[in-house]
């Protein structure tokens, strides 16, 4: 009690300038300490925050028990459990079961990651805060004591020699004095030690610096360890995801390039193209205004979705729009705009801009075959069979009103615009529907041969099916049927030619339905859609040479 009291007084004597306070520690030692205050502050944020990181608190090295309790745990049980629901021929259910087996090896990951982390980072600094740095600071306090009590003893010792030299009773002031240098001798010594033993740890402390702070290189070694695992674990499901879903081909027809549309149904003609243009031969010949009415906006929209969703297989499923079958011309026409390149290709605009701006009509059929033979294969035969499902409609202008050229005003910016305005302008609008309208015109000069739209088996598309002996030849405007010796019919008028050629190739009998020609779309090849490598006969052999043009390609 009686030491704890001169400390306290020999303090307030210190604090207030009456007695000196003895400094121990070297300028060194005085950095250092300084420098631990400072590394156990930070190593408390540090280690707050990385906890806070952490998903799992607590749970031991039970690794089953913690990533039970991961979130990812969880989102995978529940995708097994939805994939047990929906079924594996579900394509959602496939893909749920991949995807939760992956989300499962994450949390597994992720539970080693995480208690990797606490036995390789968080265990050290938390020791290094509440451990090492906590004894080094308890030193340095025993060691304010001691230098406390030595100053104490001093200041008595030296009030002591001060009194016997004043005093009376010098003998009983010497003995005094003699006892308080034992004191303050004493209280030096163990002062001493302690500061020996404070450098010690100080020093020690700095020569681990460098193993403390590997602990954040540990940390940075099992995050890549981690992101790693994760990354493996992730590749591995994806590429069996994405091959469930390229099993299954289910693809949104409207706004997918002709190409992939064609690779992936393994057909030659575009599925909305070949639906809409067999059900209106079907039931919109004789519609007026076809393509140029718009239809319901609802039915236009829903059929948009059917096709795109791959329920239309046959034209028995288009049935419903017999009604409105603007509605199906309109998502022909809305298919063949949110084409990504349009059907006449991007390449070609300027090409085709250049063949109808010119004048003299030889020239110019002359110049626009040259450009339609370099138009790739797949465009190739989906514009040959847009072409003369066109000049059919035509062909029976009388009735439905829809002539080559009204049929060019409205489909002509469908078919072709430019990759930098995305659109046509007001001059270069009359120009393609000019290039379209001459195309449609002159059908079986710019294609010639026999042409069928009926859905055939694969590899024999355009060509005259097995067992029929009408064809359907479109000659400019009109309509006239061919027998299958190749003599002509002619006909007394172009809507007669068109009622008997409609009588024979676009019937809507029971029998007819029931022989297969139109039963079924289906998937098919139109191998026999070849294009030509020459001008057609009986057209001028030759055309000016354009600049910066090519000469007539080979067939494809």
């Not at 307030?12 to 030692?29: H, W, Y």
């Not at 288009?318 to 199906?328: A, F, K, N, P, R």
């Not at 002359?366 to 514009?383: E, G, H, I, M, T």
């Amino acid at each position: 009690m009686k030491k704890q009291f001169l400390r306290v007084k020999q303090l307030a004597n210190q604090t207030v300038g009456r007695a000196e306070k003895t400094e121990v520690l070297s300028d060194e030692l005085l950095q250092i300490e300084k420098k631990i205050d400072n590394v156990k502050l930070a190593t408390h944020n540090v280690t707050k925050k990385l906890s806070a990181c952490q998903q799992l608190q607590g749970g031991g090295d039970n690794l089953d028990k913690r990533m039970k309790k991961l979130p990812q745990s969880a989102l995978s049980q529940s995708m097994l459990e939805s994939s047990a629901l929906m079924g594996d021929d579900a394509l959602l259910g496939a893909l749920f079961q991949l995807c939760g087996e992956g989300q499962g090896n994450l949390a597994k990951d992720l539970t080693n990651y995480e208690m990797e982390v606490e036995k390789t980072v968080m265990t050290p600094l938390t020791n290094l805060q509440e451990v090492d740095i906590p004894a080094i600071q308890t030193q340095r306090k025993r060691l304010a004591k001691l230098v406390l009590d030595m100053d104490s003893a001093r200041s008595r010792y030296h009030s002591a020699i001060r009194s016997s030299n004043t005093g009376g009773n010098q003998a009983a002031a010497m003995a005094k004095a003699e006892s308080l240098k034992d004191e303050m001798d004493d209280a030096q010594s163990r002062m001493n030690l302690c500061r020996d033993a404070l450098a010690t740890d100080m020093y020690q402390f700095v020569s681990k610096e460098q193993e403390y702070a590997h602990n954040l290189i540990s940390l940075v070694e099992a995050q890549i360890r981690f992101h790693r695992a994760a990354i493996s674990s992730l590749e591995k499901v994806l590429p069996a995801m994405k091959g469930q879903l390229e099993q299954a081909m289910m693809k949104p027809v409207y706004g997918l390039s002709l190409e992939e549309h064609l690779k992936i149904t393994e057909r030659d003609i575009a599925l909305p193209l070949e639906a809409c243009a067999l059900a209106l031969l079907e039931w919109g010949m004789e519609e007026e205004g076809l393509f140029r009415v718009a239809g319901s906006s609802s039915k236009t929209k829903k059929l948009k979705a059917a096709l795109d969703s791959g329920i239309i297989t046959g034209l028995a499923d288009l049935e419903e729009y017999v009604q409105d079958v603007h509605s199906i011309s309109g998502a022909l026409k809305l298919y063949l705009r949110e084409l990504p390149e349009p059907l006449m290709t991007f390449d070609l605009f300027q090409d085709w801009m250049e063949a109808g701006s010119t004048q003299d009509p030889q020239v110019k059929l002359q110049a626009l075959w040259s450009v339609c033979d370099r138009l790739p294969k797949q465009n190739y035969n989906n514009f040959r069979y847009l072409i003369k499902f066109l000049a059919t409609i035509s062909g029976n202008s009388e009735v439905n009103k829809m002539s080559a050229s009204n049929l060019a005003l409205v489909l002509a910016p469908n078919l072709i615009w430019s990759r930098e305005e995305g659109g046509l302008g007001v001059m270069v609008t009359g120009v393609a529907s000019m290039i379209v309208q001459t195309i449609i015109q002159h059908a079986d000069w710019f294609f010639p041969g026999e042409f069928d739209f009926q859905p055939s088996t694969p590899g024999s598309a355009g060509s005259t099916p097995q067992g029929s002996n009408t064809m359907l030849s479109v000659v400019g405007d009109s309509a006239e049927p061919v027998n299958g010796s190749g003599d002509y019919s002619p006909l007394a008028d172009k809507h007669a030619a068109h009622t008997e050629s409609t009588q024979h190739e676009v019937t809507q009998s029971e029998g007819k339905r029931s022989s297969g020609i139109w039963n079924k779309i289906g998937n098919r090849k139109s191998s026999s859609l070849k294009k030509p490598n020459s001008p057609p006969p009986q057209t001028p052999s030759s055309f000016p040479t354009r600049k910066n043009t090519s000469s007539v390609t080979t067939a494809l």
